[in-house]
Every structure is written in structure tokens, then in C-alpha cells.
């Protein structure tokens, strides 16, 4: 997502771009959402265009052509590539183009979707312990942990979970779940209709919508 984009793809990747710009590498940022019909400056980095909102947009096989990255660098779900010619055709990105994909794993065990997605990858990252776990269940041993870090710029305080629950007037022993999704396309695999259901069971839990 566009590095501008107020969505968790958007902030993720803004403060990696940031960050490796600051270690003095150059970096190009591709927006397969939120930037269309040209190529702008954000931050000094430079942003490529997607063709059109998806996962799958085709128009990353012509950036990789025309940039020729030494690393291409995904934070984003892998699955959606399991039956796609990505990054390139196999031919080419094969000689080329080494990729690292840094994913999110949300279930056990790994789906076929996700394993054929990570099985292009040069680099199997998981960004949560118990994704590691995961990857390497499904015989991805050489996957490496990185976990999310926090950027303090977008407001954190070493104060953020209490104030968070006092601002919510929820009681510091409560059970509190978060959940952060787009619901839409009813019914949809965020799953918020069994997200509620299970949460009404559980005694003194509160679940926060985002």
C-alpha cells in the first residue's frame, strides 16, 4: 500500500521505507494501492503506480524490469501468489530478482495457498514467532523470525496499553481483544461474525474494533 496510506500495509511500509533509506540504501517504493496514473516523490523516495487496486496487478513485472532491484521485498500475505507468475515469469525472475518475503501467518498450518506463495520466495520472513513456527512446520527451515518493530512517530507512549484501556473505561483485568479489518464483502475471511460470536463466550472480554 501507498507509503501515505492510512492502512496497516500503508504505515508498515512507510516506516521500512523510511528506515532503509536512512541505512543509505536507495529504495523504490511500488503502490499496488493508492497511487495511480503516474510516478510522484514521497520523502525522496520514489513511488511507482499500480494499474489497478488487487493483489495481482501484473504492472509489478514491468517495475522489476525497468528498476532491476537487488532485493524486492513484499510485506504482504503470500498466498495471493500461490497460482501467479510473480514477481516475474519464472524464467526470468529466476535469473535475477531475488525476493524476500516478509508475511503475515494467521493460521495452523499453513495453508497450500501460502506455502506455494512462499515457495518462490529467496527469503521466507516471518514477522511473529508464531509464524516462524509455522513456515518451518511446513518444512520452510531456513525462514527467518524479524518481528515488527514500534514506530514511535505514529504516537506510541510507554504508557499506550494502560491509557488505552482507561480511555476506553475497561477495567486493567479485563480479557481485551483487538481486531483490526476491513469489514466488507460480507462474508468475508476477516471472519467478523465468528470473531464476535467466539468473544461473547469469553467472561469479562472486551473486543475493540478498529
Known amino acids: 500500500n501507498a507509503p501515505w496510506a492510512p492502512t496497516g500495509y500503508g504505515t508498515q511500509g512507510a516506516s521500512l521505507a523510511v528506515r532503509l533509506k536512512k541505512a543509505g540504501h536507495e529504495v523504490v517504493y511500488y503502490c499496488n494501492y493508492g497511487l495511480h496514473g503516474g510516478i510522484i516523490e514521497w520523502n525522496g523516495i ?6 489497478k487496486d488487487g493483489y495481482d496487478d501484473p504492472i509489478i513485472q514491468g517495475h522489476v524490469r525497468a ?3 537487488d532485493l524486492l521485498i513484499t510485506l504482504f500475505d503470500v498466498w495471493v501468489w500461490a497460482d501467479k507468475p510473480f514477481p516475474l515469469p519464472i ?4 535469473h535475477y530478482v531475488r525476493w524476500a518475503a516478509w508475511a503475515p501467518i494467521d493460521h495452523s498450518p499453513l495453508s497450500q495457498a501460502s506455502q506455494a506463495g512462499l515457495a518462490k520466495a529467496t527469503y521466507k520472513l516471518a514477522m511473529s514467532e508464531f509464524g516462524l513456527e509455522q513456515m518451518r512446520k511446513a ?5 527467518i523470525y524479524i518481528p515488527h518493530g514500534v514506530e514511535k512517530d505514529y504516537g506510541y507512549t510507554a504508557a ?12 486493567d483485568g479485563a480479557f481485551l481483544f483487538g ?3 476491513l469489514n466488507r464483502h460480507f ?12 468473544l461473547a463466550l469469553v467472561p469479562d472480554a472486551y473486543l475493540y474494533l478498529h
Open 46 to 51: 520514489r513511488c511507482l503506480p499500480g494499474a
Open 67 to 69: 528498476v532491476q532491484p
Open 91 to 94: 524464467v526470468e525472475w529466476e
Open 139 to 143: 518444512g520452510f527451515e531456513n525462514a
Open 160 to 171: 499506550g496499553r494502560r491509557e488505552f484501556r482507561r480511555y476506553l473505561q475497561i477495567p
Open 179 to 181: 481486531s483490526v479489518g
Open 187 to 198: 462474508p468475508c475471511r476477516k471472519g467478523y461474525d465468528q470473531l464476535i460470536e467466539a
